[in-house]
């Protein structure tokens, strides 16, 4: 079994700056695909930004400037470096991972951190 691990959400005050970490422990043989999503209340959880095994990032529209997703892969932990915060960042994050536990492969979602942006 696999477990996802975040930590670092807080409440801050827009314009600030936080770092979300997210650890993958387990049965782990290798990881792809690592992302950050968050959901705000009454809406759905949206892709914030992932990265791939490769170093390969993508990044949702709303945070592209201010978000950067690293990952180190010998530690089996995908980061989140929040900046500039704004009020409409407020949102439970997830942290998702494509495990692979040889011989199979599966999808895994932490159990959400929460930050808060203050106005």
């Known amino acids: 079994q696999v477990q996802l691990v975040e930590s670092g959400g807080a409440l801050v005050q827009a314009g600030g700056s936080l770092t979300l970490t997210c650890a993958a422990s387990g049965s782990i043989s290798s990881i792809n695909t690592m992302a950050w999503y968050r959901q705000a209340p009454e809406k759905q959880r949206e892709l914030v930004a992932l990265i791939t095994s490769g170093g390969s990032t993508n990044y949702a529209n709303s945070v592209k400037g201010r978000f950067t997703i690293s990952r180190d892969n010998a530690k089996n932990t995908v980061y989140l470096q929040m900046n500039s915060l704004k009020p409409e960042d407020t949102a439970v994050y997830y942290c998702?991972?494509?495990?692979?536990?040889?011989?199979?492969?599966?999808?895994?979602w932490g159990q959400g951190t929460q930050v808060t942006v203050s106005s």
């Open positions: 998702n991972a494509d495990v692979r536990s040889w011989p199979t492969s599966k999808n895994y």
